[in-house]
């Protein structure tokens, strides 16, 4: 068996690309260097004079909005996708937002509406992609989307958005289940902290890229383009045994105190 990475014949779609230094770019880069074809969205107006040209570079065969907030945009890409290609091999989820006041807040001064809205926006909207994406993987398929280590411990300032990761992590695990049988692998990537515009609404975001490199053992910190090569690795055959895990990208930071 060969080992280099060939997505060549698959085709899937990229949720979350804002800009040329998000996660999701990272990743469509990846997978389209691999061989894949993309259909690459975009939030609203305001996003699209940003993504089209990367969508563009990329060579998307679907360009089209979304807002995952609005579930017929959701299902409407996943439509495009059906009419241009019949079926897709993967998925990749790499959205999360949550109100900045409460997010800068205490998890437990939280609204019910904004915890709610935020779980809705970054962790239900990729069980959304997955039931649609079930229907477009007759011959099985992967599933992947973006969580952080502040699901599993306590890291300063992360506050409502740790909770909501780790039930990401645990919908990862319960959707593997669910859709083993169909040869649907589910997985969420775990990068450490990077520089995205994402990132930036994190209150003392730098001082924690600062005290990762510090502490981690390859003393540096992880890449969009980092986190593009795991996804290619695990949508790619090479990864056809493993399935509802999460897959740190984060230079070894998670196994250190």
Same mark, same amino acid.
């Given at each position: ?11 899937? /779609?990229?949720? @979350? ?27 609203? +107006? ?16 679907? !360009?089209?909005?979304?807002? $995952? ?16 290609? @019949?079926?897709?091999? !993967?998925? $990749? ?20 509406? @904004? ?16 039931? *649609?994406?079930?229907?477009? =993987?007759?011959? @099985? ?14 890291? +300063?300032?992360?506050?409502? =958005?740790?909770? /909501? ?20 692998? $589910? ?17 003392? !975001?730098?001082?924690? =890229?600062?005290?990762? /490199? ?11 383009? +980092? ?6 690795? *695990? ?13 740190? $990208? ?8």
């Amino acid at each position: 068996m060969g080992l280099a990475i060939d997505l060549n014949g698959k085709r899937g /779609i990229v949720l @979350g690309l804002a800009n040329a230094q998000s996660i999701a770019f990272g990743c469509a880069q990846a997978l389209r260097e691999a061989g894949a074809q993309l259909c690459i969205s975009y939030q609203n +107006d305001k996003a699209r004079p940003h993504v089209a040209p990367l969508a563009q570079e990329l060579g998307a065969s679907i !360009f089209q909005a979304c807002d $995952v907030s609005h579930p017929e945009e959701l299902e409407q890409l996943f439509d495009a996708a059906h009419k241009r290609w @019949g079926s897709i091999d !993967f998925v $990749v989820h790499s959205i999360a937002w949550s109100p900045l006041d409460e997010l800068h807040g205490r998890l437990l001064d939280s609204s019910p509406q @904004g915890f709610a809205r935020a779980m809705d926006i970054s962790c239900h909207s990729f069980i959304r992609a997955a039931r *649609l994406a079930e229907a477009l =993987m007759p011959a @099985g398929g992967t599933l992947l989307s973006m969580s952080y280590y502040g699901a599993e411990k306590v890291v +300063d300032h992360y506050n409502m =958005m740790g909770p /909501i990761k780790a039930a990401l992590e645990s919908s990862v695990r319960y959707l593997a289940a669910e859709l083993g049988g169909m040869n649907i692998r $589910v997985h969420a990537l775990s990068p450490g902290p990077m520089p995205t515009r994402a990132a930036s609404g994190i209150a003392q !975001f730098d001082s924690l =890229m600062e005290s990762t /490199i510090a502490r981690a053992p390859l003393h540096r910190l992880g890449t969009p383009q +980092d986190v593009g090569a795991m996804a290619a690795f *695990l949508v790619s055959d090479l990864a056809a045994n493993l399935t509802g895990s999460t897959h740190y $990208v984060d230079a070894g930071d998670h196994i250190m105190l």
